[in-house]
């Protein structure tokens, strides 16, 4: 669901005085009879920065297209190439966004799309409308509107987007007879991502039906969705446990980001799983946007939550998370996030559960058989927009039932100060993962790096990092947007200085869906 979060979608920009822009594509935009096998070549009016550009699926770029078989850039880095496989009879856009110029100074600040067809014709209808403001401070001028085939509750399957004029009406062409589901985002903060705890806006029409005419009069109003507290997330889970069969029971709670009050906009999850049924893991995810059910049923994808964990005692005896927050803030967590690190980001990430099996494991004192509150406050270096070095990180642990701090580990990850001695690709975590998991790796010298995601079929699936890196300790994050089962991850590091070797190195990981 985050990803979806990341829009920034389409329609042609015109050139504006003090912007990046794009000056071209190929195909051009309404081109027909594309063939299967093409390349996208997609012109700027000057070079672009391209440290971290185009390195995830949807990053800087949104679109129905499959996964480029392979990117590139011009000399000059005016011209960036994806090359794709498409289907037959099929439309596709794409929109570029949020890049800035190679000399920092200019930004593009108004997406930029083009749409083609393999087919010998697009589809007929439209989708028009208007976006409203709501109970926003948001404008809906040059609103983003997108329509999908799967409901946004899930991974949205992009079909077809457009872009709002200034007064927020739209209109979408080329859509197909079909069910959609419509929204619109705002990149308000102009960052390159909607995220509503940033100050972003979203909103959601009703679902739509196209059945040979054009649907116009639709209407969508923007909201703002606030982080999701301990106690909100403790109502929808009590509301949506019915939905689970009666033999789960819950093993792991954990949230990938937390403010200061024990809030979160990433969503909370609760793992659950059966003793009777090992290999059907369940989980209920309560986000900004809602709660959904994943159920696992594949017999591959035996977990570390059924393998590792026990059954966590009723959460109406937990401490909450706003509490437990409050103690670490009181032991030092309020000092070590308001340090001054220049360069660096703050993270705060919360868990409950039998810690000693998971990375709270250098705490010391940790009883095996116990569960805890963990809290992890980690500074990183951003190296693209899901690429991070761990530099600094202190982890505090709390009693289950009053949040009391039992326990710290304070750890200086190998930054930019400290070689590692050797390369080397770490063991993904969480592993098995649902959806996003962390992969670390060392770089003992400066190397060409390329960490790429198959499936057991060989074929490629992903490529999280494809760049030069100096020396130091990495971790990429990897947010899946394939189907549940094994895939295998690869590390290539082709040092630069003169006599060094290749390095290769595989692992496996398991996605739950």
């Known amino acids: 669901m985050r990803k979806f979060l990341t829009i920034a979608l389409l329609l042609l920009a015109g050139t504006a005085w003090g912007q990046l822009t794009v000056t071209g594509t190929i195909p051009a935009d309404g081109t027909t009879n594309v063939p299967l096998t093409t390349t996208l070549a997609i012109a700027f009016s000057v070079p672009i920065d391209t440290a971290g550009a185009f390195q995830g699926k949807e990053q800087n770029v949104l679109s129905n297209l499959p996964q480029p078989t392979a990117m590139w850039y011009s000399a000059a880095q005016e011209t960036v190439y994806f090359s794709v ?45 208007t976006v409203l403001q709501g109970a926003t401070s948001a404008s809906p001028a040059n609103a983003l509107v997108v329509i999908s085939s799967t409901p946004f509750t899930d991974d949205p399957t992009f079909v077809m987007g457009t872009i709002a004029d200034g007064s927020g009406s739209f209109t979408m062409p080329y859509v197909a007879n079909g069910t959609y589901y419509v929204a619109a985002a705002l990149d308000v903060v102009l960052d390159g991502q909607i995220d509503p705890s940033l100050g972003d806006v979203i909103g959601f029409g009703p679902t739509t039906v196209v059945n040979n005419a054009n649907v116009t009069d639709l209407t969508i109003v ?20 019915g939905s689970l069969p009666s033999d789960r029971s819950l093993r792991f709670v954990n949230c990938w980001s937390a403010d200061s009050l024990g809030r979160t ?8 799983a059966s003793p009777s049924n090992p290999g059907a893991p369940s989980a209920i995810e309560v986000g900004t946007m809602g709660t959904r059910i994943r159920t696992f049923t594949d017999p591959d994808n035996i977990s570390w939550i059924e393998n590792t964990l026990t059954q966590l005692p ?8 706003d509490s437990f927050v409050a103690k670490v803030e009181r032991a030092g967590g309020l000092a070590y996030r ?3 690190k220049p360069g660096l980001t703050f993270l705060r990430s919360l868990s409950l559960g039998r810690l000693a099996y998971s990375g709270f494991w250098r705490v010391p004192g940790l009883n095996v058989d116990t569960h805890y509150w963990g809290a992890e406050y980690r500074w990183v270096q951003q190296v693209n927009d899901s690429t991070t070095v761990d530099v600094y990180k202190e982890m505090y642990v ?33 592993n098995p993962f649902n959806p996003s998991t962390q992969i670390g790796y060392a770089i003992a010298s400066q190397s060409h790096v390329k960490i790429e995601v198959f499936n057991l079929l060989g074929q490629k699936v992903e490529t999280l990092v494809d760049r030069e890196l100096g020396a130091g300790n990495y971790t990429v994050e990897w947010t899946a947007k394939v189907s549940s089962g094994i895939y295998l991850y690869r590390m290539e590091a082709n040092p630069s200085a003169p006599g060094s070797h290749r390095f290769v190195q595989t692992r496996k990981l398991v996605l739950l869906q």
């Open 314 to 321: 009723a959460l109406s005896g937990a401490a909450s998370a």
């Open 398 to 430: 709390g009693n289950f039932s009053n949040g009391s701090i039992i326990g710290t580990a304070g750890i200086k990850d190998n930054g930019s100060s400290e070689v590692p001695d050797a390369f080397s690709l770490g063991q993904n975590y969480p």
């Open 265 to 272: 906009s990433d969503g909370w999850q609760f793992s659950y």
């Open 338 to 340: 308001n340090q001054i």
């Open 222 to 241: 923007f909201m703002e969705y606030p982080p999701v507290t301990w106690s909100a997330a403790l109502d929808s889970v009590a509301q949506h446990i």
């Open 85 to 129: 496989n498409l289907s037959p009879n099929t439309a596709y856009f794409a929109a570029i966004y949020s890049l800035k110029s190679k000399t920092g100074g200019l930004v593009m600040q108004t997406p930029f799309g083009v749409r083609f067809t393999t087919g010998s014709a697009f589809p007929p209808y439209s989708i028009s409308g």
